[in-house]
């Protein structure tokens, strides 16, 4: 290669000075700080880290988590799914729109967010006092964080389903319509087996931001210990009382989840990388 065509990086200074820098960026930003979390953890031994993972109060923001979490995923798996399925499948009036609406978690700050649902739902907001008068309490309840956990993990399913829906195009379903194939019969054998490690990916995805949520699960839920502090609120809590090994210990069950997820998200891109092989006259016969 001529001098007059050669690329940034070419070089092998370039080369092994950009790989330096992005290592060292890495472990400066990400590596250091999860040690630190762990080793501040464990810093007063196991016997302490084991007595504030499974105080009561640690015990319960870990199971209002994990069952905010439980109830989000489902949620968004069924609302991510049929937004990509319309905005892929169908045109009409408004797509473009939607197909935009969906990006609005991703542009409004969290904490913004609560305070919507806030005016909105709390006792003095528009439905507050109806609410009130049915005897329905959404703020500073579960309801309410699980509405405002939805909101902010919305987009995640149907951003990973709707490019490789629009990529894939539909005419392996249209086969399986000409050979006579429910409408859920195409699903189950042709779309889903299409678009499942997308879709999982996603459901990863809405999994980590819903257990790791904090602006928006902050101003909705009162922040009540024992009661309505999951778990990325109960660490505040716990710094906030001087519980600077407490606190360390619950970030460690939120870095630990990360790491998971993490493992997870890897594995589903290389399951995603391998090609897809699929013969729709075989799968709907």
């Known amino acids: 290669m001529t001098t007059s065509h050669r690329r940034v990086g070419d070089q092998p200074w370039v080369r092994r000075s950009l790989i330096g820098i992005a290592v060292l960026l890495a472990m400066v930003m990400l590596v250091i700080p999860v040690v630190v979390i762990f080793a501040q953890a464990l810093s ?28 989000t995923v489902p949620l968004n798996l069924v609302f991510g799914t049929a937004l990509a399925w319309s905005v892929t499948r ?7 729109l939607l197909i935009t609406l969906i990006d609005i978690p991703f542009a409004v700050s969290p904490v913004i967010a609560g305070l919507l649902y806030l005016l909105l739902y709390g006792r003095n907001g528009w439905l507050g006092s109806w609410l009130a008068t049915h005897d329905m309490q959404l703020m500073f309840a579960w309801p309410g964080i699980v509405l405002v956990t939805v909101f902010v993990t919305c987009p995640f399913v149907a951003r990973e389903l709707i490019p490789l829906m629009q990529q894939q195009g539909s005419e392996e379903e249209e086969a399986g319509v000409v050979l006579g194939a429910s409408g859920w019969r195409i699903f189950r054998k042709i779309t889903l087996p299409n678009i499942k490690w997308a879709l999982i990916y996603g459901v990863v995805l ?34 906030q009382d001087y519980n600077v090994v407490g606190a360390f210990a619950s970030a460690s069950l939120l870095a630990a989840i ?16 391998r090609p897809i092989v699929s013969t729709p006259e075989k799968e709907v016969s």
């Open 44 to 71: 007063a031994g196991w016997s302490t880290f084991a007595g504030n993972v499974t105080d009561q109060y640690t015990l319960h923001a870990i199971g209002l988590t994990l069952f905010v979490a439980a109830l």
């Open 90 to 96: 169908f045109r009409f009036p408004g797509r473009k």
């Open 206 to 239: 809405t999994n980590a931001r819903a257990v790791g949520e904090f602006g928006a699960v902050s101003v909705v839920s009162g922040n009540v210990r024992g009661q309505t502090n999951t778990l990325p609120l109960h660490v505040e809590l716990l710094y």
């Open 258 to 273: 990360a790491m998971l997820t993490l493992v997870v998200k890897a594995f589903v891109e290389w399951r995603q990388s």
